[in-house]
């Protein structure tokens, strides 16, 4: 796990190296806030390395927020690290700024040949919710307009690449209006906004997705404190990773504790998730976990794996 005695961590995303290292980027705020609900305006991206996913080394912060006035000078949010074909490492993260009180939302860039020392891409963000399909900031409708979170995939024909983060459709019941947002790209640098890739399912928002193929299935993993039960990480289906996602065909995937997983694969190249420890008695937690084995089942969705087996939840043993 990776827990710093003097930072919160929350919120995760990962990039393998050259040499078959880890490097773990996350968001971190200073635990001398007191208040972790005060963390969010605080927020800078950290960086850790590990061979295992299981110890970590701790490296110089990755991006923290502009010195200037800026779109992204109060805080930097969560993002994904991807490598361009010319070998450059580029890393898409949100940003918000104090002149909006951090309510608006944008999608950055910054850039690495090494992983370790990074560098904006410009001056301005690269990505905007676009109002012929996504809500934009309407405080009687949400708190905040919802354009965050970004990841970033090749498309798996070669045609370019796909952004898919955290979005809200302009239209329907406002506590229910969270769509997964959608943007395309030829090169990594210009992007087109395009429709969502999935419809709303009576979710306020859909947290930190991240698409992959897991056991043979294309799934979406997000998830949400606002939403229609309690629980709060799902993983919908979908035809292919570029979807679209059955959100209201969405299953949970248990655990008391745990938000925002990333799935990764394991050192044994199985998959596992890992995510950041939120509430634990009532108290915050901010650290990191361990991966976690799982795997995926047609009807139970993401499920536990076991070293001995398999733990299966109730529907799984009934399929």
């Known amino acids: 796990m990776l827990r710093l005695p003097d930072h919160w961590v929350w919120d995760s995303w990962y990039a393998r190296d050259d040499d078959g290292a880890w490097h773990a980027f996350f968001l971190r705020a200073s635990r001398a806030l007191l208040d972790p609900n005060r963390r969010h305006h605080r927020a800078t991206i950290g960086h850790a390395v590990s061979t295992d996913l299981r110890s970590w080394r701790l490296l110089p912060d990755a991006l923290v927020a502009a010195d200037s006035a800026s779109w992204d000078d109060l805080a930097v949010w969560t993002g994904c690290t991807v490598r361009n074909p010319d070998g450059r490492w580029y890393m898409f ?9 951090g309510l608006v939302q944008r999608i950055g860039l910054a850039t690495s040949d090494d992983l370790v020392t990074w560098h904006r891409h410009g001056t301005q963000p690269l990505v905007e919710a676009d109002p012929t399909w996504y809500e934009l900031l309407d405080p009687t409708a949400w708190y905040e307009q919802a354009w965050r979170d ?30 997964i947002g959608h943007a395309t790209s030829r090169d990594l640098l210009h992007w087109t906004v395009q429709p969502p890739v999935s419809a709303p399912a009576g979710f306020g928002h859909l947290e930190v997705p991240q698409v992959a193929v897991v056991d043979g299935r294309p799934i979406l993993l997000f998830c949400t404190n606002a939403g ?92």
């Open 93 to 101: 993260y949100t940003g918000v700024s104090r002149a909006e009180r």
């Open 228 to 319: 229609p039960s309690e629980h709060r990480i799902w993983a919908a289906p979908g035809p292919d990773v570029t979807g679209p996602w059955e959100v209201g065909a969405a299953r949970p995937y248990a655990h008391p504790h745990l938000y925002a997983p990333r799935l990764v694969t394991d050192v044994d190249g199985a998959w596992s998730v890992i995510g950041f420890l939120d509430h634990v008695d009532g108290a915050f937690v901010g650290e990191l976990s361990d991966p976690l084995p799982v795997r995926y089942h047609p009807a139970a969705g993401l499920v536990a794996r076991t070293p001995g087996g398999l733990a299966l939840s109730m529907s799984d043993r009934q399929a």
């Open 150 to 179: 970004p990841w970033v995939f090749p498309d798996p024909a070669g045609d370019g690449w796909h952004m898919v983060l955290t979005a809200r459709a302009d239209l329907g019941p406002a506590a229910g209006r969270g769509v």
